[in-house]
């Protein structure tokens, strides 16, 4: 098969990795930086070209799309799906998974265990909304933060009140949240692949740190999954249209509760802490799945 990776950097470890693991199976494989990528969208037959050179022949794309592109690199994946490339995650599902307000919205339609959460954009809301989550302490995240930035733990109700009414004068947008106490600074990364989990890990904040993220000094352990929460991460996924995803699970007192799904998960962390070759199943999936035309959208809603 012919593979696109769409990634700005093919140095980067999850790239990397896909490349390896393509090419071992005997696959032909191109690195593809969706910024530096041009389309041609006037006439009936889209193209897309990058570099001087018209794309054709692939196969499959593997989209991994950054936060700060998710506009652009989700159009040019939807260039690629109206040529009949497989995309393993499709634009609108990465487009919609980006939202976190709106993942939450389509988890909770669908019974999926979540953390109490509210969104309210009128200040005179911010006793109402504190009290909606059950009161402090309570966690307030910037809906376009990532790696834990933008998530404010507020003990009190005092501090709460703060953050919230400094987050609306900013005119930004957040979420407020019921703290998962009982999580004792653990989420539970679930890699989804089709309908399985095939790799999990548990990430454990730091100490006098309540966010888990690798990125914040977090540190990652193989963790056994209940029934349970294989279940809710797979359910989340499909919910969300991704048939590969990160799924971040806390374990709350009454079951997991979804944190975010994410579009594009990191290889690095789960591959080290797993010892899982987690790239390679990516492959095999692929391989198994991918037909010309093969998307639920074909780039359109
Ligand atoms: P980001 O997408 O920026 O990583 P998250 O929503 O994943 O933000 O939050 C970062 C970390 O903060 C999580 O990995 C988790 O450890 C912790 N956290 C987030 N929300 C809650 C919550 N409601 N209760 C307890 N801990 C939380």
Redo the contacts with the bound molecule.
């Keep these: 098969m012919k593979i696109a990776i769409l990634s700005r950097n093919a140095r980067l470890y999850s790239t990397s990795r896909l490349v390896e693991a393509a090419e071992l199976r005997g696959h032909q494989v191109q690195v593809i930086d969706a910024l530096k990528c041009y389309m041609d969208i006037t006439s009936d037959h889209p193209a897309i070209f990058y570099k001087g050179e018209k794309l054709s022949g692939f196969d499959a794309i593997i989209p991994r799309i950054g936060a700060s592109v998710t506009r652009f690199g989700t159009a040019v994946l939807r260039q690629f799906e109206m040529m009949g490339v497989y995309p393993i995650n499709e634009s609108v599902a990465i487009s919609r998974s980006r939202d ?1 307000l709106r993942t939450l919205q389509l988890l909770s339609r669908k019974g999926v265990g979540l ?1 109490v ?1 509210g969104f309210a954009h009128s200040v005179s809301d911010t006793n109402e909304i504190i009290n909606l989550v059950g009161g402090a302490p ?2 307030i ?1 910037l809906m376009e ?7 404010v ?1 507020a003990e009190t109700k005092q501090a709460a009140e703060s953050v919230i009414d400094a987050f609306h004068e900013l005119d930004a947008n957040f979420i407020v ?5 009982e ?1 004792r ?3 539970i990364r679930c890699f989804v692949v089709g309908d399985k989990v095939v790799a999990s890990m548990i ?1 454990t ?1 730091r100490e006098g740190e ?4 690798l990125h ?1 000094g ?1 540190v990652a352990q193989v963790v056994k999954l209940s029934k349970d929460e294989r279940a809710t991460a797979v359910q989340a996924a499909r919910i969300m249209g991704l048939n590969m995803a990160g799924v ?1 699970i ?1 374990r709350a007192s009454r079951g997991p ?1 979804v ?2 799904v ?1 579009s594009s998960p990191g290889l690095e962390g789960i591959e080290k802490a797993t010892g899982k070759d987690v790239a390679g199943i990516i492959i095999e999936y692929i391989e198994k799945n991918a037909k010309p035309h093969k998307t639920r959208t074909k780039g359109s809603g």
Excluded: Y
Excluded at 177 to 181: C, M, N, W
Excluded at 210 to 213: A, E, K, T
């Design positions: 976190k953390p959460t309570l966690v995240k933060g990532t790696q834990g930035r933008g998530v733990l949240q019921e703290f998962i106490k999580a600074g653990s989420d990430r904040a309540f966010r888990s993220n914040r977090g971040d806390l509760v944190m975010e994410n």
